[in-house]
């Protein structure tokens, strides 16, 4: 069928009638673009050259039409994208980029960010034929989807390798970029954003040069958006730029950014909570004084939300992963997470067998950052209770590190029950729980510890029994 439809609709391009020309190559567009058999068939069918030609010799409505077959064909797949570089369409396409028409523009640049999309050799073979320039020209037209296009082009185009992002700043298009960050039209922001992103991610170098051209604080504004892309894609953006060094992370708080992500991140649910939960989590592991910033702007709380309600296992392993990197730092950081009740719903998600294997670990590892500084003794002592084994020895740990400066706490320890429990936990001896349970039971004097130790009952009735009492 794929050949026999393509053998009819070749002959058509040639046609001398120009609005045949124009059908045919919108039919092979639609039927390209509807799946990779059907691109494949075009590129075997030897139609490539034919549309290459006709893009740089014909009127504005056909290579539209051209630049649309080019694009649905190279969109599906790296191999179908590489036979339109080889046929040469790339020079061509880039040459319509300067076209006095806007549409023939933004075809042009639809095919080519298709093409850049799949990998770096792509990305730089449509780099090397000169296209980021006049993209950047593009994103400064007037027209809105013109902008549009040529902003995800570059973000296509920039997203593969630091060198290639470095091409896009290179041709100065952070400040074109960063100037829309206000622009009314939603899709248009979703795009930028994007592009500001990829670009940012790479480097450290990368993400000072998008700071430095004052996306704080207006980039803020787009965490309370009505699109929920455009908060994904602020909130992406922040992200990136929060992950490389504390230095730029302060300077995300001290502009407000992490109220605004906590605020973003209440107002919305599932996927377009992650890159904020994630950003959390970077901002926080940078140094102790970041994660307070954390604290005191009530993300614990927030974090424990996601953990909690969100469906998805991704989800609740990047929350679990960010307050671990919360918890880990300090007694009093380590608190701020536990009175949430974070810690039993981290433990659940470690047992429960329906957990996905990545959301077991984040969360086992999550516990064991919280626990290893925590004392805050309420938050633990149910633990020794429900804690598997590997688990149990940090729990104990703390207890051990706690209770010999803590009297209050020692005796709370025996009211409460968990005196007894350790007795009852099995230790090999010499091991390091072993001696967490000796150091908890040199705080109390020994008649205590026996009288908690399992069988004691028994012994003190076997006494009962045995004991003969004096008669007159």
């Given amino acids: 069928l794929h050949s ?102 933004e075809a042009a640049a639809w095919a080519l960010g298709y093409i850049a999309r799949h990998n770096a050799e792509l990305s730089q073979a449509v780099v090397d034929a000169g296209a980021v320039p006049l993209l950047v020209l593009c994103i400064q037209e007037p027209e809105i989807a013109l902008k549009r296009i040529a902003a995800s082009a570059l973000s296509d185009i920039s997203k593969h390798s630091p060198e290639l992002a470095q091409t896009v700043v290179d041709a100065g298009a952070i400040a074109h970029l960063a100037q829309m960050i206000l622009n009314p ?24 040069m998008v700071v430095e051209a004052e996306i704080f604080p207006v980039v803020l504004t787009c965490l309370k958006d009505k699109d929920e892309y455009v908060k994904k894609n602020a909130s992406t953006l922040i992200r990136e730029i929060a992950k ?24 919305c649910k599932g996927n ?34 996601c953990l909690s309600e969100e469906p998805e296992d991704h989800i609740k392993a990047a929350a679990a992963w960010a307050l671990g990197q919360i918890g880990r730092h300090t007694p009093e950081h380590a608190r701020a997470v536990a009175v949430t009740n974070t810690l039993p719903v981290l433990l659940s998600l470690y047992m429960s067998t329906e957990s996905s294997e990545d959301l077991q670990v984040k969360s086992k590892k999550a516990i064991k950052n919280i626990l290893q500084k925590c004392t805050y003794l309420p938050a633990l002592e149910p633990f020794l209770y429900d804690a598997p084994p590997n688990i149990l020895k940090h729990v104990v740990g703390q207890f ?42 040199n705080c109390y004097p020994e008649e205590i510890v026996r009288y908690y130790s399992p069988g004691y009952s028994d012994t003190l ?8 009492p004096l008669t007159n």
């Fill in 272 to 305: 377009i909570r992650l890159p904020g939960i994630m950003m959390l989590g970077y901002v926080a592991a940078h140094s102790e004084n970041l994660a307070m910033a954390v604290i005191i702007s009530k993300g614990v709380p927030q974090l424990s939300v």
């Fill in 400 to 441: 051990s590190k706690v209770l010999p400066h803590d009297s209050k706490a020692r005796r709370l320890f025996v009211t409460s029950g968990g005196l007894k429990k350790v007795q009852e936990i099995k230790a090999e001896p010499g091991s390091l729980l072993q001696e967490y349970i000796n150091s908890i039971n």
């Fill in 4 to 105: 026999g439809v393509m053998s009819l609709l070749r002959p058509l391009l040639l046609d001398v009638v120009p609005t045949i020309q124009q059908t045919a190559a919108l039919a092979l567009g639609r039927l390209a673009n509807y799946n990779d058999d059907l691109a494949e068939a075009v590129v075997k069918g030897d139609i490539l050259p034919q549309l290459v030609y006709s893009l740089a010799e014909q009127n504005r409505f056909y290579k539209k039409a051209a630049a649309f077959v080019l694009r649905a064909v190279g969109k599906h797949s790296p191999q179908l994208a590489q036979a339109i570089v080889d046929c040469g369409a790339l020079d061509t396409l880039v040459i319509c980029l300067e076209d006095f028409d806007p549409g023939v523009k």
């Fill in 461 to 468: 009735l076997q006494r009962v029994d045995s004991y003969q």
């Fill in 185 to 208: 039209d939603s899709k248009l922001k979703r795009q930028v954003l994007s592009a500001l992103s990829q670009i940012a991610k790479h480097s450290v170098d990368l993400a000072e």
């Fill in 244 to 267: 490389h060094t504390p230095e730029l992370s302060q300077l995300i708080v001290n502009a407000g950014g992490v109220a605004a992500v906590i605020d973003c991140i209440g107002s």
